[in-house]
């Protein structure tokens, strides 16, 4: 993975991953002597190493975690169980501490979530997925406030009916804007891997990696394909 992650980045980032077996689940992450650090929107501080340079400045970063379980030795062979593997891309300027969250490519294995059976992460999401993160990243510090009152308004208005009325309430752009911002979109999975259009059994969405080569073949090419996507953020 090592490989894969420091020829995908830029160069000045000299990544390396490093884990983290201080407590059960093992983490593993990017360091590196050109990585800045940046605190995710759940609150955790990660390095994010820089990825690829777009316009006026501003690069996209590149952000890596992955999870294992310890499992019970066999023979005195200490065993881990994949749990999860994700890329965060990032906007922002170099020696800058803002660099809002924008969207993730994560693969969620078949493991223990919390309770004491293994399933899949979030019940029936798909795996691998998108998770789309702008929208909780860069609003109006005003927004949320703003969007409850005029939630608690369309509630009164339409007599606990949130169907839509035309032109009932009346609300400007701004208003509209503040609603719409509010809204959580990073909790939605967007399945990648769903082949909806296959007879049963083979159209399902949620799917586990069954070698590490799985695995490092997921990350590398994601990272060539947000690399080749991004790449048209590159254009005027």
């Not at 955790?44 to 379980?69: K, N, S, T």
């Not at 608690?152 to 009932?168: A, P, W, Y």
């Not at 997921?218 to 947000?226: D, E, F, I, P, Q």
Request: glycine residues 8%; charged residues 25%.
């Amino acid at each position: 993975m090592n490989e894969i992650l420091a020829s995908a980045v830029d160069l000045s980032a000299k990544t390396q991953v490093t884990v983290d077996s201080a407590s059960p689940p093992l983490v593993g992450g990017l360091t590196g002597a050109g990585c800045e650090f940046i605190t995710r929107n759940r609150g955790l501080r990660v390095p994010v190493a820089p990825f690829l340079q777009l316009q006026h400045g501003v690069w996209a970063w590149l952000g890596y975690r992955e999870e294992w379980d310890y499992e019970r030795p066999v023979r005195n062979i200490r065993r881990f169980s994949f749990r999860t593997v994700g890329l965060t891309i990032h906007f922002g300027l170099r020696n800058s501490l803002f660099k809002p969250q924008m969207f993730r490519g994560e693969w969620a294995g078949w493991a223990k979530w919390g309770g004491k059976d293994y399933g899949f992460q979030a019940a029936d999401a798909g795996h691998p997925h998108w998770q789309f993160d702008a929208l909780d990243s860069l609003p109006d510090e005003s927004f949320p406030e703003r969007a409850a009152e005029l939630r608690e308004l369309l509630s009164v208005e339409n007599d606990g009916n949130l169907d839509v009325k035309e032109f009932s309430p009346q609300l400007t752009v701004p208003e509209i804007r503040a609603v719409v911002t509010a809204q959580k979109l990073s909790r939605i999975h967007f399945a990648s891997a769903a082949a909806w259009w296959k007879p049963k059994p083979h159209d399902d969405h949620a799917h586990g990696p069954i070698s590490e080569a799985d695995i490092e073949n997921w990350v590398r090419h994601t990272l060539h394909y947000l690399r080749r996507e991004l790449q048209r953020l590159q254009a005027g």
